[in-house]
């Protein structure tokens, strides 16, 4: 059918003349509305996808822990977010006295410390230019071999033993007590800063 212009007043020129633009738009609203009631008699679509929701397991819980970055002696605090036990993310601890939310590079980087690829999870050695894992048992051993062939060949003070300043007063006293056992007063750590 070949549709012919209108005539000004808003019917078609040569077709019923009962279809004008009014009447088209009144009967494709009534059409689309009662598609809409057909589709409501059935299973409804809004009932559906309320059913597959309440199927789905929910996302575990994100909790926050208050945490002072140990980096350094300054002590800025943050607040680390996990989730199923796992370190996700950290936020701004806007409220912490020293450092009121803000982070140098290190303290922002802080949870590589703990959950980085890159992290070494056990010990390794190189050996002809190539990667190899150890024990820790070996790792111990050999270790602890070099340094007192090292203590025998140049004496204690060989040793310098530094450490954070976020230790407790016993995890200090325990290192400074094995820097004595080993001979050496070269142990410190960063109270000054």
Known sequence: MKLI???????????????????FLRAAGLGGLGAGLYALSGPSLLKEVEAQGKGEPQAPKL?????????????CGFI???????????????EHPINQGSLCSKGAAVRDHVVSEKRLRYPMKLEGGKWKRLSWD????????????????HGPDILQINFSAHYSNENGFAIRKFAGMWGTNNADFQARI
């Open 5 to 23: 212009p209108t005539n000004g007043n808003g019917k078609f020129a040569g077709l019923n003349p009962e279809l004008n633009r009014r009447n």
């Open 63 to 75: 909790e926050q822990h208050k945490s002072i970055c140990g980096n350094c002696a300054v002590g």
């Open 80 to 94: 680390g977010e996990v989730q199923n036990g796992v370190w996700v993310s950290q936020e701004p601890w806007f």
């Open 138 to 153: 070996t790792a111990l051993t050999e270790i602890s071999a070099k340094l007192l062939a090292l203590r025998k060949q």
